[in-house]
């Protein structure tokens, strides 16, 4: 059986390259690239946990939850990214200022 630690490590290392990716990058595509690495990194701990527990599948009833409300948000996110962009005709966010008063 494969330990804990590795799902941990991975999960440490994805979480890290999801944040690299937000603070590096300029498109707001690899932005949210990043957001769902992060996002995965902690399914991955949440189904590692619940596995480890052995009392039930929470953690995997509670991983596939989330992954569900992560394509939604993935979905409202890029559909305002694709209004911006008709509007700006730009995804960068630092050129972006329209929504400023």
Known sequence: MIPLQH???ISAALFSLGL?????RKNAIQILMGIELM???SILNIVAFGKY???DNTGQVFGL???VLAAAAVAVALVIIMNLYKRVKTIDPNQTNLLKG
């Open 7 to 9: 799902f941990l490590f």
């Open 20 to 24: 690299f990716a937000i603070i590096t």
């Open 39 to 41: 996002i995965n990194a």
């Open 53 to 55: 527990d052995k009392i």
């Open 65 to 67: 939850f989330i992954i």
